[in-house]
């Protein structure tokens, strides 16, 4: 049984539906990449499956259990076993309290009164390879990289099984992100932990992720194994994404597929594929709605697939 | 590093090294302190009457002169800043921390709650505090108490304000995100995350405030709508004093510098305090 | 012939804190070209925004200059009068921010912003429109007519950033200043901001100023790169040069860690440990040294000058290391 099973969510703010129909599984200890445009829906979708964000439509199965639309009493016990990790790493945690107690926060959240707090802090910053007398520091006196190591913390307090991780590399520096990544692997491999990442930096997901779906306007267009997207990806919007990913390399010769404009407006999707406006390889047949076709674990919806 | 010291010590810190909050902090120090010991300040009971010396100039025996009754006015400003303070603060806080309540509820709370606790916030706004004032006076006569009141039913709806737009703006901040996401209750999301970041500027709101509710009281006496006589109140040498400036100017001095002073020192340290309290800010300075 | 344009010669700026002088930039040299594309490289607390706001005399009441020039058209702007440098900022000199979202006036039409920024030039308001529409469907915004009419909530972030540059290069300026332009944007909308910006720079021949941390795109858009660490410059170069011989361990190491450069899925990716120093108060010798691992005694021992390791491509690095290598 899938440790998380996403089966058609929908959400909806007044007339913009922001999620049409999202639907993917992650395995206990896998890692499951979704990536997209900024306005794909990403975000909502972890939202949505950490009860943050309403989802109207679909169902939100953790460890078998129905969660969509749980009252927050019926969560409680399972927060537990899913964290989640927001973008801004400083502005994500409360300004006014010191990272010890950030960091045990989760036992308390949670009841468990016999910790001691303190032993737990120093456990806690240890594994994230923070010196013990951070406990004392505010958020503000952090660095980037040091706020993003007190999240991870604080998300793995309770020993979870699932880790919603929102571009978890976000406004860290080039030679901290590896850090961060390294950390993020390690603990995988140490607790069996499965994570969803959701970034739009492709050259991070190729270290980290098992698998990856592609969001645009609030779908997956494809999806499949990291090796095989990057090797073999068939959808024209995954091309283009993988042929922004720029090098540090001035003679490097970059492939681009230029991708026509900005993604429309969720209010007046386009007829048909939604990409088609945007797509370099669209033809007329592309004016039918694709549907999601699914074969060897790849998944698609493309009237107009590419071959390698 | 600063984090050693505790976030109260760097606030003290913080106001004293800026001039204008340490000369506000000195006139607050020493209004707070004549208040509490007044009683010995006070070279004279200054209720005490002594017809023989009336409406005195200033001299070395009375430093403010005297009044229409012989009283020493020096000890009457020293003992009304008493009656001031015993207005002043219950009323800015009692408000303050009622309107945090409120206002929090109302920024957190469903929607329904939110507008019904607006209008009623609204409503009591409408009231010119005078006019109310007033209208409570006649009900239940003059007192020291209705003053309070009054203040504070007035100020509650400024104070529930801001608590409520801070609250909603910070309502939706990734850090009230994730310990949402930790399963946080209302109750700690509001009393442990947010009302830290709140209480601050309602902080200093008040401080600037309490200079205003010094200046009412002193108005409500001075229309006799305050504190009864023959207890000291700055308002009540004000009134005084207008009605005697011909024959001497001392109580107008006596009754309004106090005000002055009291309103320029508040001031002063609310708003270097607004500087201070933000962390962040505190980082730069 | 090349000419230089801008010259930063010894620049050294501290910010007077209550701990002491915080020293942000320290003996910056570098030079730019009429015409040329040079990148400042650096990640947070290189003193990349101390250097902008140094330029265009932006800085913050505690900021002190204690040496050095900035030098434009051969003229110190350090000691011009104020007059002066406002008329040269927005004409001769503009900026492009990094957050697209604030850089706008949300009040008022792009068509009026677009305008107001024109108000230099003595044309009619019919010439002032039209040029703003050609500057729009310059950056590739379609309708530029109809669009000059709208509001900035009414664009997306990437479009917005393109109007940005629109705007900055409306006065044809020969500096563009671009503080981070494409990091608040998707690498599809990245690409895009790019290529406009490549071609409306060669299109007015004005030079470009392009700071970012982010080295793919450095690599594929500047001729020139200024590498800086903690406030001050540890290589500067041909954009070859530097990607392909580093020749301080911190730029070869800051290359390592991009994860553009890692092709296979790697189990551990590099890093550089550490953290940057405290500026305020300084370690001895080399700046970089607590994080490199080729350190050597003479690190902390003084602290190495930039100093020139190739003539022709003007390539220079500030370690002991190539000072060993070339004695030996």
């Known amino acids: ?19 049409a129909g999202v639907s ?3 395995e206990p200890g896998e890692t499951y990449a979704l990536v997209g445009e ?13 009860g943050l964000a309403p989802a109207q439509h679909g169902s939100v199965k953790f460890n078998g259990m129905e969660i969509r639309g749980a009252s927050e009493r019926k969560l409680r016990p399972l927060r537990k076993d899913i964290a989640m990790m927001f973008q801004d790493p400083v502005g994500s945690l409360s300004p006014r309290l010191t990272v010890g107690r950030l960091i045990t926060e989760p036992y308390k959240i949670q009841g468990m009164k016999d910790r001691d707090l303190n032993l737990e802090a120093k456990r806690l910053l240890e594994m994230v390879n923070l010196p013990s007398h951070f406990a004392d520091r505010f958020p503000y006196q952090l660095s980037g990289g040091q706020a993003r190591r007190v999240g991870v913390a604080r998300a793995l307090a309770l020993e979870p099984k699932l880790i919603l991780a929102d571009e978890p590399t976000a406004g860290l520096d080039v030679s901290v992100q590896g850090e961060l990544l390294n950390l993020l692997n390690d603990l995988r491999e140490r607790l069996g932990l499965a994570m969803v990442i959701i970034t739009h930096n492709l050259n991070v997901v190729r270290h980290v992720a098992d698998r990856m779906g592609i969001m645009y306007l609030g779908r997956l267009v494809e999806e499949g194994t990291t090796e095989e997207i990057f090797r073999a990806s068939r959808h024209p919007y ?14 490097a010769r970059l492939e681009r597929i230029a991708l026509k404009g900005e993604p429309p407006s969720l209010l007046t999707r386009p007829h048909g594929c939604e ?15 694709p549907v999601w076709e699914v074969e060897n674990g790849h998944g698609l919806r493309c009237l107009a697939p590419l071959t390698s | 590093m600063t984090n050693s010291r505790s976030e109260l010590t760097q606030i003290v810190v913080g106001i004293v090294r800026d001039p204008l909050g340490l000369v506000g902090l000195l006139i607050v120090g020493s209004i707070v302190f004549c208040a509490i010991f007044a009683a010995w300040i006070a070279p004279y009971d200054p209720v005490a009457m002594n017809i023989q010396a009336r409406l005195e100039g200033p001299s070395l025996a009375h430093p403010l002169g005297t009044d229409q009754l012989g009283r020493d006015t020096f000890s009457r400003v020293i003992m009304g800043s008493q009656v001031a303070l015993k207005v002043a603060l219950p009323a800015v806080f009692g408000a303050m921390f009622i309107g945090l309540a409120l206002g929090m509820i109302a920024g957190y709370g469903p929607k329904w709650l939110d507008n019904l606790l607006m209008l009623l916030f609204d409503t009591l706004r409408s009231f010119p505090t005078v006019m109310f004032a007033l209208a409570v006076v006649a009900l239940v006569g003059p007192s020291l108490q209705t003053v309070v009141l009054v203040v504070m039913a007035t100020s509650i709806p400024t104070y529930a304000r801001v608590a409520r737009t801070q609250t909603l703006s910070l309502r939706n901040s990734e850090f009230i995100l994730a310990e949402r996401a930790m399963g946080a209750s209302v109750f700690r999301i509001l009393g442990v995350h947010m009302l830290p970041n709140i209480i601050g500027v309602l902080a200093v709101l008040a401080a600037m405030d309490i200079p205003t509710v010094i200046a009412l009281e002193a108005g409500l006496s001075f229309l006799g709508l305050g504190v009864k006589p023959p207890t000291p109140s700055w308002g009540a040498l004000l009134k005084d004093g207008y009605a005697l400036i011909r024959q001497t100017p001392w109580l107008v001095v006596g009754g309004g510098l106090p005000v002055i002073l009291a309103t320029l020192g508040f001031t002063f340290f609310g708003e270097t305090m607004r500087d201070v309290v933000d962390p962040k800010l505190r980082k730069q300075r | 012939m090349t000419e230089v344009l801008l010259e930063i010669d010894n620049l050294s700026v501290d910010y007077e804190t209550g701990r ?10 570098f030079s730019l070209n009429k015409g040329e594309i040079v990148g400042i490289v650096g990640e947070s607390g290189c003193g990349k925004s101390t250097l902008i706001s140094s330029i265009l005399r932006l800085t913050a009441p505690n900021t002190r200059f204690r040496e050095g020039e900035v030098r434009f058209k051969g003229r110190n702007l350090l000691n011009i009068s104020e007059q002066d440098m406002r008329s040269l900022r927005g004409s001769d000199i503009s900026i492009v921010f990094q957050d697209p979202m604030q850089t706008h006036n949300p009040v008022l039409t792009i068509g009026r912003q677009m305008l107001d920024i024109q108000h230099r030039s003595s044309a009619t308001k019919a010439e002032k429109l039209h040029r703003a529409a050609e500057m729009l469907s310059a950056v590739g915004i379609p309708d ?5 009419k709208q509001f900035p909530h009414e664009f997306s972030g990437g479009m917005r950033q393109r109007i940005a540059i629109a705007m900055a290069l409306m006065s044809e300026p020969d500096l563009l200043i671009a503080d981070e332009p494409t990091t608040a944007l998707d690498a599809t909308l990245e690409v895009q901001i790019i290529e406009h910006l490549r071609s409306l720079q060669q299109d007015m021949n004005c030079a470009v100023l392009f700071i970012s941390h982010h080295l793919g795109v450095i690599a594929e858009l500047c001729d020139r790169v200024v590498v800086m660490y903690a406030g001050a410059v540890v290589e500067s170069g041909d954009v070859r040069e530097i990607f392909g011989n580093p020749k301080h361990p911190y730029t070869r190491r800051l290359i390592d860690c991009d994860p553009g450069h890692i092709k296979e899925r790697a189990r551990v990716l590099p890093t550089i440990p550490g953290e940057v ?16 691992d080729q350190a050597m005694p003479r690190c902390t021992a003084s602290v190495p000058p930039l100093q020139t390791i190739a003539e022709i491509t003007g390539h220079r690095a500030a370690c002991w290391l190539n000072h060993e290598e070339m004695a030996s």
């Open chain 1, 1 to 19: 049984m899938s440790l998380l099973q996403v089966q058609d969510l929908k959400t909806s703010y007044g007339k913009v539906n922001v999620l």
């Open chain 1, 24 to 26: 993917f599984q992650v």
């Open chain 1, 38 to 50: 900024s306005g794909s829906g990403k975000t909502t979708v972890i939202r949505a499956i950490a």
């Open chain 1, 238 to 251: 995954t091309r283009c994404l993988l042929s922004a990913n720029s090098e540090p390399d001035p003679d």
């Open chain 1, 275 to 289: 990409f088609r406006e945007r797509c370099p390889f669209a033809h007329s047949g592309c004016e039918r709605v």
């Open chain 3, 20 to 29: 002491g002088d915080l020293k942000a930039l320290r003996n910056i040299s």
């Open chain 3, 144 to 148: 530029p007519q109809a669009r000059l």
């Open chain 3, 277 to 292: 120093p405290d500026l305020a108060n300084l370690p001895k010798g080399c700046i970089f040294r607590e994080r490199c």
